[in-house]
């Protein structure tokens, strides 16, 4: 028997869909980091490791990547890039990258 909060959850996901729902996950943990460093903290942080623009993007991926440079304070401009398609494992091969 399906509880009614999972019930919620999927009528959330039709209306909005999957990219949407990770972009309000995003935002709200934006918005507690800005609530336990401060705001003022939380720019001045962004600036220091080069994730301003990354943190006001459009995109999902600049913006977690952004928030994972807040949260880890990563300098390193190649820390977030994204592996090509074609770098990625294939499903068949996903045993030979776990740890």
């Known amino acids: 028997m399906p509880s009614a909060k999972g019930g919620y959850v999927t009528r959330l996901r039709r209306k909005f869909g ?11 943990l934006y ?5 336990v460093v401060g ?5 001045l942080r ?3 490791v080069n994730a301003l623009k990354m ?5 999902l991926p600049d913006r977690l ?3 994972q440079r ?4 990563d300098r390193r401009a190649n820390a977030c890039i994204r592996a090509p398609s074609s770098a ?6 996903r045993k030979r990258w776990r740890t």
């Open 18 to 28: 999957v990219e949407d729902e990770l972009g309000r996950y995003v935002s709200a």
């Open 31 to 35: 918005d507690m980091l800005a609530g």
């Open 39 to 43: 705001p003022e903290k939380l720019v």
């Open 46 to 48: 962004a600036g220091k």
């Open 55 to 59: 943190m006001r993007s459009a995109s």
């Open 65 to 67: 990547c952004a928030l």
């Open 70 to 73: 807040l949260v880890f304070e």
């Open 88 to 93: 990625r494992p294939s499903p068949t091969s």
